[in-house]
Nanobody, 126 residues
């Protein structure tokens, strides 16, 4: 059974940083997409960042240069380092994964992902 558990959410002032972590278990695909999505109240879920099993990364334009996705294959974790946070970055952040068939969509798209975590809340105050 595939499980993803996010941690590291919280409240931060604008300009600050947070690092989200996602622990993955039970996922055995050799090729895959790993991604972070977010959803703000009243808005659709959007892809934030993703990496594939070859290490290629992609980011939505709004976070380029501020967010970094990375993976620790030993710990089976994926991280999202978020710097220079803005109020518009606030929302519930989800990690997701799924088998890679061709390529991971750029920017990340939900249809590439089969398994989702429960999400963590990120609040950015002015």
């Amino acid at each position: 059974q595939v499980q993803l558990v996010e941690s590291g959410g919280g409240s931060v002032e604008a300009g600050g940083s947070l690092t989200l972590s996602c622990a993955t278990t039970g996922f055995t695909y050799a090729t895959y997409c790993l991604g972070w999505f977010r959803q703000a109240p009243g808005k659709e879920r959007e892809g934030v960042a993703a990496l594939d099993s070859e290490g290629l990364t992609t980011y939505t334009d709004a976070v380029k240069g501020r967010f970094t996705i990375s993976q620790d294959n030993v710990k089976n974790k994926v991280y999202l380092q978020m710097d220079s946070l803005k109020p518009e970055d606030a929302g519930k952040y989800y990690c997701a994964t799924g088998p890679l068939y061709d390529s991971c969509s750029r920017p990340p798209a939900a249809h590439d992902y089969t398994y989702w975590g429960q999400g963590v809340q990120v609040t950015v105050s002015t």
